[in-house]
């Protein structure tokens, strides 16, 4: 029977993302970033984009998000999934294209794989700037395999601007125009100058003027100049510091050397986390390399994987913190191996095919299908203060989830800070409000009796989980 001509790797991929990302849409609850995101949206619709970047610095899908529900009539935040929607099988699409285009019969492969990473599907429920930063990464490198196949200026060009646009979702996809140019430093002697300067002429003088601006004080104190920031020892030293005065007398001397290789570790913590049952064959690939050749498509993810370690490792260092979507890049430029390694494990072990197949199509839906309580109390309680709550100057509130649902994130002095102590009992003795709407995590702690012995507060509605994660509404015993 004659396969029909649409049913091939690429469309397959496309069309099984976008129902991932329904199936993950359905019934979630938008994410805090993904808030910050519409209300951004909603600011650029009421007050242009100056209104927009003074809530968020960097507000490029925001601005997408307000101009795709301006055309199509969905609110923002509908807007961005779709966005996201769009964007994430694009991303998928364009790594079983790259890898199509040097390993056809690793095609299939690639789209279970990419498909099924967890540190790149299980995000497919938020609303996250990474989707389109991610879709257009893999847009340049595939432009620059065609490139690299047919040297012309204007593939070079489009694989610059295509990382260009990627960098307005998350600047640091910047750093991957030297993933471009170190690529070529593989290429064949006569013609290695030739490429690397069409394919780094561009990029180098923009990133020699970025500098320039920044040394120089003139690249201002946005986002950008922010970025730069991350490179100085300052903020590190002075953590550092802090971290002696934890130490025994003896080890104090070494607390640089502790808080640096510490923060580094996170790196390969998160990524063995993030990889799943994929690890593995990873591993394989890596131990038995000699045997596989990618060709340029390996050489350009190699310089990738590369790259954003060093960007990885500069932020870690600075914050000592690592969300796991910020390792992503790294999954998904490791996908092309990982494809192989399991192609090449099949044909070592055909017993494991049909096990190996069961367990990613498990993952697959894993990644999509969550068996938690989910955040649907956030709206519960949202719908309650709308239809019980008198006067919004009357509510202390300290969940943003919470101002969001009830649609108050217009009256931004509203929202307190979130679990501090000190306001919240100032704010309960003070009998300025009649209702206090808190959000309460398991690794916060208890208040409630504190509440109710000591300020005479009783509860009134509580959603979520008591003694988890939950928002709990008290009022004054002498209030109705």
């Not at 029977?1 to 976008?18: E, F, G, K, Y």
């Amino acid at each position: 029977m004659t396969r029909p001509n649409w049913l091939n790797p690429i469309t397959t991929t496309i069309v099984a993302s976008l129902v991932l990302s329904l199936i993950a849409w359905i019934g979630s609850t938008v994410n805090r970033d993904g808030m910050l995101y519409a209300t951004a949206a909603h600011a650029y619709l009421d007050g242009g984009f100056a209104a927009a970047k003074a809530l968020f610095s960097w507000p490029f899908l925001p601005v997408l998000m307000a101009w795709t529900s301006k055309l199509s009539g969905i609110d923002p935040e509908s807007a961005g999934y779709l966005l996201n929607a769009l964007f994430m099988a694009g991303t998928c699409a364009l790594m079983v294209a790259c890898v199509q285009r040097e390993k056809p019969e690793l095609a299939w492969i690639t789209c279970l794989v990419v498909l099924a990473l967890p540190g790149l599907n299980e995000y497919r429920n938020e609303l996250l700037r990474e989707f389109g930063c991610w879709c257009f990464i893999m847009l340049s490198f595939w432009l620059a395999l065609k490139w690299h196949e047919r040297p012309t200026w204007l593939l070079a060009i489009a694989a610059q601007a295509s990382l260009l646009i990627a960098a307005l979702f998350r600047p640091e996809a910047l750093t991957l125009y030297a993933a471009l140019t170190g690529w070529q430093l593989f290429a064949s002697v006569d013609q290695r100058w030739r490429r690397l300067i069409v394919i780094s002429l561009l990029p180098l003088t923009g990133g020699l003027i970025l500098v320039t601006l920044y040394w120089s004080g003139h690249l201002g104190d946005g986002r950008l100049s922010g970025e730069f920031s991350r490179l100085s020892t300052d903020r590190f030293d002075a953590k550092a510091d802090i971290v002696a005065t934890a130490l025994i007398e003896y080890a104090r001397g070494n607390a640089k050397q502790v808080l640096f290789w510490g923060s580094l570790a996170l790196i390969p913590i998160k990524l063995i986390e993030k990889f799943g049952i994929f690890l593995a064959p990873l591993c394989f690939y890596f131990t038995f390399r000699k045997h596989y050749n990618l060709g340029a498509l390996g050489l350009l993810f190699l310089s990738a994987i590369a790259v954003y370690l060093l960007v990885l490792a500069v932020f870690v260092t600075d914050l000592q913190f690592l969300a796991g979507r910020y390792v992503g890049p790294v999954l998904l430029f490791s996908t092309p191996f990982i494809a192989i390694a399991v192609h090449d494990c099949g044909n070592r072990w055909p017993k494991l095919q049909k096990p190996a197949l069961a367990a990613a199509t498990i993952m697959v839906l894993a990644n999509v299908i969550s068996t938690g309580p989910g955040k649907a109390y956030f709206a519960e309680a949202a719908t309650w203060l709308v239809n019980n709550a008198p006067s919004t100057s009357r509510v202390y509130i300290d969940s943003q989830r919470t101002v969001y649902h009830a649609h108050w994130q217009n009256t931004p002095s509203l929202l307190r800070p979130r679990n501090d102590l000190g306001a919240i009992t100032d704010a309960a003795k003070s009998g300025n409000f009649d209702l206090m709407v808190l959000e309460r995590s398991r690794k916060d702690e208890s208040i409630t009796e504190r509440l109710r012995q000591e300020y005479q507060m009783t509860i009134v509605a509580r959603f979520g989980t008591p003694g988890k994660d939950e928002v709990i509404i008290f009022r004054h015993t002498g209030n109705k």
